[in-house]
């Protein structure tokens, strides 16, 4: 190999990694991961309602909801949401005041994010649709009062 | 499979037919695919001789733009819809089905012979040069032959693919182009020796001045149709296989012309002396086995892949169209194309939700190009016992460095991702090491290749669009690619 021909290729690349690893990772203050948020969006994903709730608490005691885009696999990204996620699972489980209750301290619906206006219309509608909804009673084996895993 | 040969005056015969053993052979093949992929079967392997053949471009960097512009390390990350490709474990990693498309268009800098103008130079218009200084072939100083510039681009739809996923598994159907490579290059006929003659045929030999005056064209696809397949292990653990049918096309013809000793050729005038051609057609099992393993936070991942390559017959020509000369000759044999094998190591590590970072080492086995190479001229046929010197060609297998970092700016409302990355190719070139000098001059060593990749994107709710560009000094990749994923909501 002529080294002498790759050299400017060399430092035009390095100059490259170094800008990109001297980016901030970050917003400031923000977590750098929310792992509790992701599996507990997968397991909403996959109608695990009961995971997704636990998760989803865990995760706002962690970092209040701010609607910023969190990887969760790949290059797919969803807000970090997880007031309004615990909302929806509760609501999927039949809690229905809990649910009422998680979506109305939701960020994303309480107020504007820029480019979350979808979330926001979704969370109001659902609590529209269960502040209107009759009483029922959870799904079997659900404790809605217990903030724990459910068995 | 050996070269089977046979030199024919006059009138062509008619290509030899399969025999029953060869039948046969075909028959088990399928069967004896999957176990010779897992037992990692030794691969054979074979091109041959003539000149065209030198400038084949494989494309084992990983489809999807955004990982082209990771500088192709992929195969510890793996997660995405291209995983069929490219380590099929990786496919448990996606949540909902998806459709993925890419399109490259790549240029492909080929190579012609010509010699580098100096004060005892002359050049005619189109950079073929006119040596009046006697001096030998000789790569390592400025007089030698060196490369041109003879591009050739190809846009094209490189990669489809739809992916199912389940909890434990995945299932994926994709379409991959791993050549799609087109030439069509002249050569004026390089000066070697200014006091030596040249043959009338124009076939490269010992003693050639001046190498006959080529017209080149190339065509070669390879597209791989397969379904790919992920099972979810267990503590991180994925396992995935993909069988694909290879579609195999190649036609190449080279004619040659013999100018004047001092003269540039012209093409539209001179009397043609001989053609050579390459053609094949053919569909042939290939396969990849995969492996992945990631840190249960996500925050690590490995993976290993071992790309088991097909190999398709091919029939090659030489023959004699100069009514001028005393041989009238058409040569047929039957050859056999192989595509390396490869395989590779990779590693992702996720440092943050904005930051992360590939790094890749992968083997390709190109030497496999090299093993019963055929001698298309039929030199020990046609010169009386000439040795053609076959075991005097070689390829190296290449050890690529593939490495790359993405980051997202995840503040966006729609998150837009920057990648950047480079990978390190080690020439592999087909080389020829033995006394004839035409075959050393069109066959010799190039340098290696650094490879500079970038890449930008953005990942909505339910689509990825990514563009990436792949720099180096012989090949310039763009490409192109979205997903599509299908929600249920």
Redo the contacts between chains.
């Keep these: ?2 080294s002498s ?2 050299l400017p ?2 430092c ?2 390095c100059l ?2 170094l800008g ?2 001297c ?5 400031a203050g923000r977590p ?4 509790d948020f ?1 599996v507990g969006f ?1 397991a909403f ?2 109608d695990h309602w009961l995971m997704a709730a636990e998760k989803m608490r865990a995760a706002e005691v962690r970092w209040a909801e701010d609607g ?10 969803e807000p970090y949401a997880p007031t309004y996620f615990l909302g929806r699972a509760l609501a999927k489980l039949g809690c229905r005041e809990q649910a009422l209750a998680a979506l109305r301290r939701s960020a994303i619906c309480q107020r504007e994010i ?3 206006g979808a979330e926001r219309a979704a969370c109001q509608g659902l609590i529209e649709t269960l502040r209107v909804a009759p009483p029922a009673p959870p799904a079997p084996g659900v404790d809605c009062s217990r903030r724990g895993r459910q068995r | 499979m050996k070269a089977e040969e046979t030199l024919t005056p006059g009138p062509s015969p008619t290509p030899p037919a399969p025999t029953t053993r060869e039948r046969g052979k075909k028959a088990r093949a399928s069967a004896a695919f999957v176990l010779a992929l897992l037992l990692g079967g030794l691969a054979a392997g074979a091109q041959s001789n003539l000149e065209t053949n030198s400038g084949i471009h494989f494309n084992f960097s990983p489809p999807g733009a ?1 990982n082209l512009a990771l500088g192709g390390a992929f195969i510890g990350l793996a ?2 819809a291209t995983a069929a490709y490219t380590n099929p474990a990786g496919l448990i ?3 909902h089905p998806e459709v993925t498309t890419e399109l490259r268009r790549t240029h492909v800098f080929t190579d012609r012979g010509l010699l580098p103008s100096d004060a005892n130079t002359a050049c005619f218009e189109d950079r073929a040069c006119w040596c009046q200084a006697q001096h030998r072939l000789d790569p390592g100083t400025s007089l030698g032959l060196e490369d041109g510039s003879a591009r050739d681009t190809v846009p094209a739809l490189s990669f489809l693919s739809y992916v199912y996923p389940r ?1 434990r598994w995945a299932l994926a159907l994709y379409r991959h182009e791993l050549v799609n490579f087109e030439a069509r290059f002249r050569t004026f006929g390089p000066y070697l020796r200014l006091s030596r003659s040249r043959t009338p045929t124009g076939i490269p030999g010992d003693l050639d001045g001046r190498l006959a005056s080529l017209d080149n064209r190339m065509r070669l696809d390879i597209v791989n149709y397969g379904v790919g397949g992920a099972l979810r292990l267990g503590r991180g653990w994925s396992l995935g296989l993909a069988l694909s049918a290879s579609d195999f096309r190649l036609a190449t013809r080279a004619e040659r012309y013999v100018p004047a000793y001092r003269d540039a050729p012209d093409f539209a005038s001179l009397p043609l002396v001989n053609v050579q051609t390459q053609e094949g057609d053919a569909v042939r099992l290939s396969g990849t086995l995969g492996l992945r393993w990631e840190s249960s ?3 690590l991942s490995l993976g290993a892949v071992y790309h088991r390559g097909p190999s398709f017959p091919f029939a090659a020509r030489s023959r004699d169209v100069d009514p001028a000369t005393a041989l009238a000759y058409d040569l047929r044999q039957q050859g056999r194309f192989h595509v390396p094998d490869a395989y590779g190591l990779g590693l992702g590590l ?6 992360r970072v590939a790094v890749d080492v992968d083997r390709v086995e190109y030497s496999a190009l090299t093993r019963d190479l055929i001698d298309i001229f039929g030199l020990a046929t046609l010169f009386a016992g000439r040795d053609p010197e076959l075991d005097r060609f070689h390829v190296d297998d290449a050890v690529e460095l593939h490495a790359g ?1 993405e ?2 700016f ?6 837009v ?2 990648l ?1 990355g ?1 990978w390190y190719e080690p ?1 592999h070139s087909l080389v020829f090491e033995g006394a004839n000098e035409g075959f050393r001059a069109m066959f010799r060593p190039r ?2 290749q ?1 490879h ?1 990749s ?1 890449g930008v ?1 953005f ?1 909505a709710r339910r689509v ?1 669009a990514y563009v990436a560009y792949d ?1 180096s ?1 012989r090949t310039r990749v763009l490409s192109l690619s979205a ?1 599509m ?1 299908f929600l249920d909501d």
């Design positions: 190999m002529r021909q790759l290729g060399r035009l690349l490259l990694f990109a690893a980016l901030p990772a970050a917003p750098e991961r929310h792992p992701e997968l994903d996959d910023i885009s969190t990887r969760i696999t790949d290059r797919w990204f820029r480019g979350r | 955004p997660d995405d990693k996606i949540l909890q936070g996500g925050r996720r440092l943050s939700d904005a930051l970092v980051y997202f995840l503040r966006s409302p729609v998150p991702s920057l950047a480079a020439d340098d290696d650094l500079g970038l994107g990942s990825q720099h000094p997903v994923r």
